[in-house]
């Protein structure tokens, strides 16, 4: 990231935290925060168990369940279901438009970029993740639900103006008027749609959704809608769902609530004729889920109750000075560096910044649902060294101490 953008996060970071921070001190938030800490765990412990109880729950509600491994089994079947849906259309394969909402999951795996490469067109629905789209070099997002934070209006009307061939003043309004116009041209084109989600209730055989802007409704609409979500996702129930949606809202952006809360339980049905069932009313006739390990079984259970807020990155020193190098792919900040271990590998995690982070502890202080990544951090340092995959700086500083019995 360049420093001026460095600069723009950490206003708007600043920003943010006045608005968060009285939201979460009170009473209401608190007691909140407390359930879903217990949730979060229990779920966590209980993940195989939830896992199994989900499979059959979707099953019953119409919802095409798959399971993968690792990133390449979770893009292999996204295609074969987007491929099936060309088939079965009739659609040009030149023409294939696939409305995509924001979705750290879908990064995870290079969903967009898979797809692109197979010559189809996705689309960003969601106004910060579009403007970065748009962006083209360095298109990584700096914080889970303000991708684009790091980026001045001017630098947006530069982006936008640039890439639609427009003439846009530096507003916020004209900007997203534009943008939004366009996308919606391109949404109507769109027969698929993509997801993450926010959680999965097991028994309910449902998934839930939190937004602002209304796409992922549009979304959610198309004829195939897919949803890709870590097991982690994991809950009970859809109540648990939306007391998760809610505490995220609340750390994530000091608001309450969203404006939106979808959950999607089955494909699009009518039974208003003769108590008669009809598929594919006005929603989504086929629903599938893909549910991804790719190494979260054998995670350590905290780094896994992560409710993806982002306040985390919002407190930390070091990603206010660094931005999003310091993190792994979406995932960003300490709790990413920690994730990437289970992700890819102790050296992934030394690559996203594992000898970066101060073990101030700031990230655990501000979690909603406490996740100790400082202690995480220093576990995986631990590991990462017998593996030798310290520093050199520190490598010389331990064999000063063993030689010589002093650092210098
Ligand atoms: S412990 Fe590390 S990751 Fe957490 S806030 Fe401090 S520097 Fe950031």
Redesign the pocket.
């Known amino acids: 990231m360049k420093e001026e953008e460095i600069e723009s996060m950490r206003k708007v970071f600043h920003n943010l935290k006045g608005r968060i921070e009285p939201l979460i001190k009170s009473p209401k938030i608190q007691a909140l925060q407390k359930r879903v800490i217990d949730i979060r765990k229990d779920a966590i412990d209980n993940n195989e168990e939830l896992l199994a109880i989900a499979k059959e729950s979707f099953k019953e509600n119409d919802i095409d369940c798959f399971y993968a491994n690792d990133d390449e089994e979770a893009r292999e079947i996204l295609l074969n279901l987007i491929n099936e849906e060309i088939e079965k259309s009739n659609i040009d394969k030149k023409e294939v438009y696939i409305a995509k909402s924001k979705s750290n999951t879908l990064r995870e795996i290079d969903a967009s970029q898979f797809l692109e490469e197979q010559g189809m067109i996705i689309v960003e629905t969601d106004l910060g993740d579009r403007i970065l789209q748009l962006k083209k070099d360095d298109n990584s997002p700096v914080h889970p639900t303000g991708p684009a934070s790091h980026l001045t209006v001017h630098d947006i009307a530069d982006i936008v103006n640039e890439s639609m061939n427009l003439d846009l003043p530096a507003e916020p309004m004209p900007i997203m008027e534009a943008v939004r116009e366009d996308v919606l041209n391109l949404i109507d084109k769109s027969f698929i749609g993509i997801s993450g989600t926010n959680s999965i209730a097991a028994e309910d055989g449902a998934v839930l959704m939190v937004h602002n802007e209304g796409n992922i409704s549009l979304v959610q609409s198309k004829k195939l809608h897919i949803i890709v979500a870590g097991i982690d996702k994991l809950v009970p129930m859809i109540e648990d769902c939306v007391s998760i949606g809610k505490l995220e809202t609340a750390f994530a952006t000091g608001k309450p609530l969203t404006s939106y809360i979808n959950i999607v339980a089955g494909p699009s049905k009518t039974a208003d004729i003769e108590k008669k069932l009809l598929k594919n009313m006005y929603g989504a006739e086929k629903v599938a889920v893909i549910l991804l390990d790719n190494g979260r079984k054998d995670a350590i259970k905290e780094c896994l109750w992560c409710i993806g807020c982002g306040n ?2 919002v ?5 206010n000075v660094v931005g999003n190098e ?1 993190g792994y792919h979406s995932y960003l ?3 990413g ?1 920690a994730l990437s271990k289970y992700l890819k590998d102790n050296k992934g995690s030394v690559d996203s910044g594992l000898y ?9 202080e ?1 979690c909603p649902v406490l996740t100790p ?2 202690k995480i ?1 220093e576990d995986l340092r631990n590991t990462a060294q017998k593996e030798g995959l310290s520093r050199e700086p520190h490598k010389k500083i331990r064999d000063n101490i063993k030689d010589k019995g002093s650092p210098y």
């Open positions: 985390c990155v407190n930390c020193p070091v990603y310091f900040g300490g709790r560096v970066m982070c101060t073990l101030c502890g700031m990230c655990t501000n990544t400082n951090i």
